[in-house]
């Protein structure tokens, strides 16, 4: 199900490309996203939204999903909330191609959002990435290891540690130099991160969207 499921989206995200306008591409894909978490998850319908997430003075700006915490008033006007950090169990980031540079802000902004709600999970999903699957892992803590071919834990040029997950469903392949024989170094750009304490679990192979699930129902399991 879960391999349908990666599919489904990718398929959607490119049936969506015949559209030239960003602002639709990324609400279509946003709204297919909502309707299959409420599809495949009980108790989170009508408690995930979209909208403008805030702490007191504080704004954080528009988020993508926010899934509200149990017991909580729904805050909606229309499609769109505005909703205390402190209310919320989850606040994810949906990317159609996301930049090195926003995967940078929302770390920042996930350190903050955690520093008055400890439990707050904070994730991105993401079509594509802009940038180096490499790059990516690397500031997450694996460096790759071009004699093996594989990722392997190195910490020396880490930078997330606040964001709870990091997903990319895309299917192409990345070049990464040659090996000794001079033949090119390929592999999957789409991965899965998870935070484990203060360190990534890697997960190189699909399905992915079973970890975006299971961590919804985490951040619903910490609220209770």
């Not at 991105?124 to 802009?130: E, G, K, N, Q, V």
């Not at 790059?135 to 040029?157: A, H, I, W």
């Not at 991160?193 to 619903?220: G, N, T």
Request: with cysteine; net charge neutral.
């Amino acid at each position: 199900m879960y391999e349908y499921l990666d599919e489904l989206l990718r398929l959607q995200s490119r049936a969506l490309e015949k559209f030239k306008h960003k602002g639709v591409l990324g609400d279509a894909r946003e709204e297919f996203l909502h309707y299959q978490i409420n599809q495949r998850l009980d108790n989170v319908d009508g408690r995930l939204h979209k909208g403008e997430v805030f702490f007191r003075d504080i704004e954080y700006g528009q988020h993508d999903i926010i899934l509200r915490r149990k017991g909580t008033v729904n805050p909606s006007i229309g499609n769109q909330v505005r909703i205390c950090s402190t209310e919320c169990a989850a606040i994810i980031e949906v990317k159609t191609n996301a930049k090195l540079t926003e995967i940078r802000d929302f770390e920042q902004k996930s350190k903050q959002l955690k520093s008055h709600n400890e439990n707050l999970v904070c994730g991105m999903f993401c079509y594509r990435i802009s940038g180096k699957t490499s790059t990516v892992l690397e500031r997450s803590g694996y460096k790759f290891d071009k004699e093996y071919q594989m990722f392997e834990p190195d910490d020396s040029k880490k930078q997330y540690s606040n964001i709870d997950f990091i997903i990319c469903i895309d299917d192409g392949d990345e070049m990464n130099g040659n090996n000794r024989f001079k033949e090119p170094i390929t592999y999957s750009k789409g991965f899965c991160l998870v935070r484990e304490s203060s360190s990534y679990k890697l997960f190189e192979a699909p399905p992915y969207s079973k970890v975006l699930l299971q961590e919804i129902m985490r951040a619903d399991q910490l609220d209770l």
